[in-house]
């Protein structure tokens, strides 16, 4: 009975730390040259759940995201997440489930900056 008690506390403590789907990037346009959009806060974890791009361009835009560990630099061969063409007018819905430690960043970059906007959410969970 004592385990099935400690276990039930042990739940009870962990769904308590964890926060509702919060807004990580809201509405920001992604410029040209690669830039870090989000990092996640020390003693913090989040779940990346979905990132929204629109382009509100008339013509066709690249867009580059990447997770980059805590301590590393971007490495496009290793960290991209998305590279494709979003068309003039268009959205993407990308829906992840996607653990993020404490100090990892998402990067984006665009071919053409300031027209795409980005929306990322997440569940954060304080360790």
């Known amino acids: 009975m004592k385990d099935t008690t400690t276990n039930l506390n042990q739940a009870i403590y962990q769904l308590s730390n964890i926060n509702k ?7 920001v346009t992604i410029p040209a040259t690669d830039t870090n959009l989000y990092t996640v806060p020390n003693n913090v974890s989040a779940k990346l759940t979905e990132i929204i791009l629109f382009n509100s361009s008339g013509g066709a835009v690249t867009v ?4 980059v560990p805590s301590g590393s630099v971007l490495d496009p061969t290793k960290n991209k997440i998305y590279g494709e063409s979003i ?6 819905i ?4 996607t653990a993020l430690p404490n100090g990892c960043s998402i990067h984006a970059s665009a071919s053409s900056g300031s027209v795409v906007a980005i929306f990322v959410t997440g569940i ?3 360790k």
């Open 87 to 92: 068309t003039g007018g268009a959205k993407v």
């Open 94 to 97: 990308l829906t992840l489930g």
């Open 124 to 126: 954060l969970q304080s």
């Open 21 to 27: 789907v919060s807004s990580l990037v809201t509405g």
């Open 64 to 67: 580059n995201l990447s997770i």
